[in-house]
């Protein structure tokens, strides 16, 4: 949940980037994760758009998201090259089992198998 304190001294770009920045350490915000539209997070917030816009510019100049044109944003992989590549491939079998309509327990059960043996 993203939420700006208008009394803050802090900027409104800047408490929302931070925000995110906490989100995609804490594990919050996985990689590969779809970030809502400029437009629709400035209106959820009442921001003005180019606020959000200035907030994921500075995201992407960080590498903590990556923008693809008209698809949108998305959360980057982060840390050394073996843990953005783990964090990818998790992406990919999360929204493989959202596809098959399984159930998270079922998931991590079979993840956790799989990497015992």
């Known amino acids: 949940?993203?939420?700006i304190d208008p009394k803050s001294p802090v900027p409104p770009f800047e408490q929302l980037r931070l925000q995110f920045v906490d989100q995609v350490r804490g594990g919050?915000?996985?990689a590969g994760a779809?970030?809502?539209t400029v437009?629709?997070?400035a209106d959820d917030l009442g921001l003005a758009?180019?606020?959000v816009a200035r907030c994921y510019r500075e995201l992407e100049r960080d590498g903590f998201i990556e923008t693809r044109g008209r698809n949108g944003s998305f959360v980057s992989?982060?840390?050394?090259?073996?843990?953005q590549q783990a964090q990818v491939a998790a992406r990919?079998?999360?929204d493989r089992i959202r596809q098959l309509g399984l159930s998270t327990?079922?998931?991590?059960t079979w993840v956790t198998a799989a990497l015992r043996e």
């Open 105 to 108: 327990d079922d998931a991590l």
């Open 28 to 30: 919050e915000l996985a």
């Open 77 to 83: 992989a982060q840390g050394d090259p073996a843990a």
């Open 92 to 94: 990919a079998y999360a």
């Open 39 to 41: 437009r629709r997070l």
């Open 1 to 3: 949940m993203l939420t």
């Open 34 to 36: 779809k970030l809502p």
């Open 49 to 51: 758009p180019n606020t």
